[in-house]
């Protein structure tokens, strides 16, 4: 499976096997504050162009928070790391998975670099695509913490943006077809195993996402026959199958708030209920999308906490 530098920085049933959020100039995206540091190469990989993304350029989770991230991966309540030390040099990369054009998958690939622990994270993210700065934001801060994190531009290149009218979702949400979408997760599973993590001691991953990327993470790991995955962290999925959990092995974090119409909670339950090994953690008062574009005080507060949860998670699943 190749993978080339990109040009520019910048279902009820299961499938067989494309609006940046602005957020002011304080907060451009991850792409913009990058430059081409070295070039590397893995078994199968064509000249994969390297960035190096220094933690004080770089936006913070949400515009919201008041104090910084802990980025350490190592964290005790005596640390003495310093969070921009931790987290001074992240890797990112635009990247290309595949070959040909029907083929080949985009994706954000996130590196850690002082404290890399040799594992990976695949972020499928939510109906605003893989440039969106609240998901670049997210997928850093979990590198920080020593993950290899990488993001896949599900929507070739299509994400649904904020300025359409809604009468036309639908109409855009049929275009991602679910074959399509479920062929390209797949692509950017085998090149981390077969390749990114080929020399790596662990070879262990896991899966996050968020809305739309939620939905495909219950698919994803319901196909996951060969145990590929050794945890997911399910943010607010929506259009999730219930009656998919009890072919999901690994252990899965479902995080959603009670006031989300479009992940009920009924659906988490049943999947809890379902799922092996999964846990359901349910936010009083919480609505859609809270843990990664929080939009009170309130939100913040429970996004810090859903994210120590998916921290602690990751570290027991992957690491321990």
């Known amino acids: 499976m190749a993978a ?40 199968s990989v064509i000249s994969l162009q390297r ?12 515009r919201r928070f008041q104090h910084k991230p802990r980025c350490s991966q190592a964290e005790v309540a005596n640390s003495t790391v310093d969070d921009d030390e931790a987290c001074e040099l992240v890797r990112g990369t635009d990247v290309v998975i595949g070959q040909g054009d029907d083929d080949s ?10 404290n890399n622990n040799g594992t990976c994270v695949l972020l499928l993210s939510d109906i605003f695509g893989f440039e969106d700065s609240a998901t670049r ?12 994190v990488l ?20 109409a855009w949400l049929a275009e ?13 599973r085998k090149w981390l195993v077969d390749d990114f993590l080929e020399a790596a001691a662990s070879k262990k991953l896991a899966v996050v996402g968020f809305c739309y990327g939620g939905g495909r993470l219950v698919e994803t790991l319901a196909r996951d026959a060969d145990a590929c ?4 962290v399910c943010f607010y999925g929506s259009r999730m199958d219930a009656s998919l959990g009890a072919r999901i092995a690994a252990p899965v974090l479902f995080v959603c708030g009670d006031g989300d119409p479009l992940c009920p909670v009924e659906t988490v339950r049943e999947l809890e209920r379902q799922a092996r090994g999964a846990k359901a ?18 939100d913040d507060g429970d996004a810090e906490n859903a994210f120590a949860l998916m921290k602690s998670w990751l570290h027991e699943h992957l690491i321990s």
Not at 229 to 232: H, K, L, N, S, V
Request: with cysteine.
């Open 4 to 43: 080339t530098a990109a040009a520019g920085a910048v279902c009820p049933s299961l499938p067989r096997l494309s609006l940046r959020r602005d957020r002011g100039a304080a907060c451009c995206s991850l792409a913009l504050a990058t430059t081409p540091q070295s070039t590397r190469l893995w078994p």
């Open 229 to 232: 995955f050794c945890a997911g």
């Open 105 to 114: 998958v985009r994706a954000y690939l996130l590196e850690a670099v002082k």
């Open 137 to 148: 934001d997210f997928a850093y801060r979990i590198s920080c913490h020593g993950y290899n």
């Open 281 to 298: 953690a349910v936010y009083a008062g919480r609505g859609h999308g809270f843990a990664h574009r929080p939009e009170s005080l309130e």
């Open 151 to 170: 993001v896949p531009d599900l929507f070739r290149g299509n994400p649904w943006k904020k300025s359409l009218p809604m009468d036309e979702f639908q």
């Open 176 to 188: 991602q077809g679910p074959e399509r979408v479920a062929g390209d997760i797949e692509t950017c």
């Open 51 to 62: 960035s190096c993304c220094n933690a004080t350029h770089l936006p913070r989770q949400s």
